[in-house]
């Protein structure tokens, strides 16, 4: 048989007819063959080099075309579904009517408004006040504010007799445990790019989780409406990242659909999307529903004459209901009333029995009752409370506990302590260092990404996770409860193989205009980055460098500077390798106050000429705390910004000039943990952020200045 070609968007198909007089063997191996192309071009030449990978042999071939990408593909037959039986939601659906699919994607790429667009034309979202709003499936507090999807959400819908089954997952590399746990609910992914920036760090990230547990992916080219849109190209650059991945010639022989999700729309003809987007047609989001219902495997397993089973991939807090487990039932069927018990993972401990008390999966914001679920089925159930992340519920004669896939490790840690400030007490109230261990215990049982560890002070626990902005997320969620703290600065995680010192690595994509290129390759080549490629996207600079997750440290806010809020900077987790030698210095000394009292306008005026200051007249200030950072290198400064103007009767020339002093922007909490010294901390308060010495006592400062310096060794895990 032939394969299907596409050039440059366009689908050249040739007839499918068997060969006329072939051996069987040769017409076996004739059919068997799946094409994968990859393209390299040479300019000089002008033409495409194209790389033809079968399960038997490789051959190159050119092809004086130019153009954009090629790819070829094997032709499967589409079939269009005409069921439109109705679904219940609340009742077991046969296993063969189930899709269980997960939404992947790089940050921004659009993700959750795909989501919002299948609930709302799938009818999901009927009769709420949902159907008004945008990115219904955000529901924290935070993910609302920030505009990023930060737990994984599960939500389902029916259509033409078939229960969907969506699973919508954080697109941030800091969140990637998320994406880790949730793939083993899946039996396939949407994998969602965007049709002008192309695959990122974080989309090779989800690909590479997804390819090794066999999923095949879908692929959407979404925002595919925007003048900038430049699908042929991102479909070539997929098809190279599929390639270097390793994946299967199945995987490689994915399905491209274009979409608009903002729009609404989404067809697996190019040349439709064309019109859709001039808003010569209307689309809608059925296109991709029944591709997911023809491609996407059914669930496996067995539901008679088997135990139930099921692998708790996420917790859910309820009101009424206490703790709920949310999972995917491996085996069995469950009811209402049925008694079972949790394992605890790897040793099959039984650590409680109990019944199941309510059973129920969610439909948009609509919380769904089921009275029994069965294999293949994403359900939520209470009666366990004290089931954890990846512990199995079961029937009582289930032994064995399921077996689960370890997240990679975390790469930086914080230590969490008691507010021991001047001005501790004054806001939270939760203070004491027992409150903050229950309450980072309690998140470590939810956030499997995290770790807590005693760190060796009574007082203080170290917390291990994948980034600034995890670890930020988690601060401002415990600010927000009333707690007072004290945070550390970032330590990345060290380990040691053979006698060797190794350390973490990020691949870091970068998107600048072309004029600020120059200062970015510096400033990354100083923080031992490598630039791996430099290429024109649109009308930015793309650079790739690979770099260790120290140097990334601090850098976001020196970025943006450079940069002038035009750039892009996106970073996921590389590998673990060989240490890469001490940094240096990039963060200038700071300006401390030796003074308690209230920061006055006079002493800020002489105070300011030296460096950059970071309170505001009137704010509360004590000795030890970073008031300034100096303009100069050298050592830290102490300074009094209490000062107060002498009052005396004697008239000066100028003594009552205007004073004027440059506004002070308030700290974020993931500005202050990229800027802190090591010798520095955060001092966390329900409404203030305040950067201070980890040792408030000038002199005690001094002593301890002249200990050694941490090294590589310190940093070892």
């Known amino acids: 048989m032939r394969p299907l070609i596409r050039i440059a968007g366009r689908r050249l198909v040739r007839s499918l007819q068997p060969a006329k007089a072939t051996s069987?063997?040769?017409?076996?191996?004739?059919?068997?063959?799946?094409?994968?192309?990859?393209?390299?071009?040479?300019?000089?030449?002008?033409?495409?080099?194209?790389?033809?990978?079968?399960?038997?042999?490789?051959?190159?071939m050119l092809i004086a075309k130019r153009g954009a990408g090629m790819r070829a593909y094997s032709a499967a037959a589409e079939q269009k579904s005409g069921?439109?039986?109705?679904?219940?939601?609340?009742?077991?659906?046969?296993?063969d009517r189930i899709r269980n699919i997960g939404i992947i994607a790089h940050v921004?790429?659009?993700?959750?408004?795909?989501?919002?667009?299948?609930l709302k034309q799938s009818g999901a979202l009927s009769g709420s006040s949902a159907m008004q709003e945008t990115r219904v499936m955000d529901s924290n507090a935070l993910e609302k504010e920030r505009g990023i999807t930060i737990l994984s959400k599960v939500t389902s819908l029916a259509y033409k007799g078939h229960r969907i089954n969506i699973v919508d997952t954080p697109g941030h590399a800091d969140f990637g445990g998320e994406v880790e746990r949730i793939l083993s609910m899946v039996d396939s992914v949407v994998l969602v790019v965007d049709a002008t920036e192309g695959p990122m760090a974080q989309t090779k990230f989800v690909l590479t989780k997804a390819l090794a547990r066999g999923l095949s992916p879908l692929v959407v080219l979404n925002k595919a409406d925007r003048p900038t849109s430049r699908a042929d190209e991102v479909d070539s650059e997929l098809l190279e990242l599929f390639m270097a991945l390793g994946a299967s010639d199945a995987q490689t022989d994915y399905k491209v659909m274009y979409a608009s999700a903002k729009e609404g729309w989404c067809t697996h003809d190019a040349a439709e999307a064309g019109r859709l987007s001039a808003g010569g047609a209307d689309g809608s989001m059925a296109p991709l529903l029944d591709a997911i219902v023809q491609q996407a495997p059914a669930?496996?397993?067995?539901?008679?004459?088997?135990?139930?089973?099921?692998?708790v991939t996420q917790l859910e807090a309820n009101s009424y209901l206490g703790k709920c487990v949310l999972g995917r039932v491996s085996s069995g069927k469950v009811r209402v009333g049925d008694r079972i018990r949790v394992l605890e993972p790897e040793t099959g401990t039984v650590r409680e029995e109990g019944r199941v008390t309510r059973l129920f999966l969610?439909?948009?914001?609509?919380?769904?009752?089921?009275?029994?679920?069965?294999a293949g089925d994403l359900v939520t159930l209470s009666g366990v409370p004290t089931a954890g992340i990846n512990a199995t519920v079961a029937s009582p004669e289930v032994e064995e506990p399921l077996g689960f896939v370890p997240i990679d490790p975390p790469t930086i840690s914080v230590t969490f302590s008691v507010n021991d400030s001047p001005l501790a007490g004054r806001e939270g109230s939760q203070l004491t260092s027992g409150m903050i261990r229950a309450r980072l215990l309690r998140e470590a049982e939810t956030n499997v990404a995290l770790q807590i560890r005693d760190s060796g002070k009574s007082e203080a626990l170290e917390v291990r996770g994948r980034g600034e902005l995890q670890l930020s997320v988690l601060i401002e969620t415990m600010r927000r409860e009333g707690f007072e703290l004290s945070v550390t600065p970032p330590r990345v995680l060290m380990r040691r193989d053979a006698g060797n010192i190794l350390e973490p690595f990020e691949e870091i994509t970068i998107d600048v205009d072309h004029g600020a290129s120059g200062v970015v390759v510096e400033k990354l080549t100083k923080r031992k980055g490598e630039l791996k490629s430099f290429s024109d996207v649109a009308d930015k600079a793309r650079m790739v460098f690979h770099i260790p997750t120290r140097g990334l440290l601090g850098y976001m806010s020196e970025f943006k500077n450079d940069t002038h809020g035009s750039g892009v900077i996106n970073h996921a987790f590389l590998r673990y390798d060989a240490y890469a030698g001490p940094l240096e210095k990039t963060r200038k000394a700071s300006m401390v106050s030796m003074a308690a009292g209230t920061a006055t306008a006079y002493a800020l005026n002489m105070i300011e000429p030296r460096g950059r200051l970071f309170v505001r007249n009137g704010e509360a200030v004590y000795p030890g705390m970073v008031v300034g950072e100096l303009s100069k290198d050298g050592g830290d400064l102490e300074v009094n910004p209490a000062k107060a103007k002498q009052l005396t009767n004697i008239r000066a020339a100028g003594k009552d000039d205007t004073i004027r002093l440059v506004p002070v922007a308030p700290w974020s909490l993931e500005e202050a943990i990229a800027y802190i010294n090591p010798d520095e901390a955060i001092e966390v308060t329900p409404s203030t952020i305040r950067l201070r010495k980890q040792i408030l006592d000038a002199n005690k400062r001094k002593q301890n200045s002249r200990k050694r310096a941490p090294d590589a060794e310190d940093m070892l895990e």
């Open 108 to 118: 921004d790429h659009g993700k959750t408004t795909l989501v919002d667009c299948l």
């Open 24 to 60: 069987s063997s040769s017409a076996a191996a004739a059919a068997g063959s799946v094409c994968s192309m990859r393209i390299s071009t040479s300019r000089a030449q002008g033409v495409h080099t194209v790389a033809c990978r079968t399960g038997r042999t490789a051959s190159q």
């Open 362 to 374: 969610r439909s948009g914001v609509r919380q769904v009752e089921m009275a029994e679920a069965g």
């Open 299 to 311: 669930p496996t397993g067995q539901r008679e004459d088997a135990p139930f089973a099921m692998l």
């Open 83 to 95: 069921e439109t039986e109705e679904v219940d939601l609340g009742a077991m659906v046969p296993m």
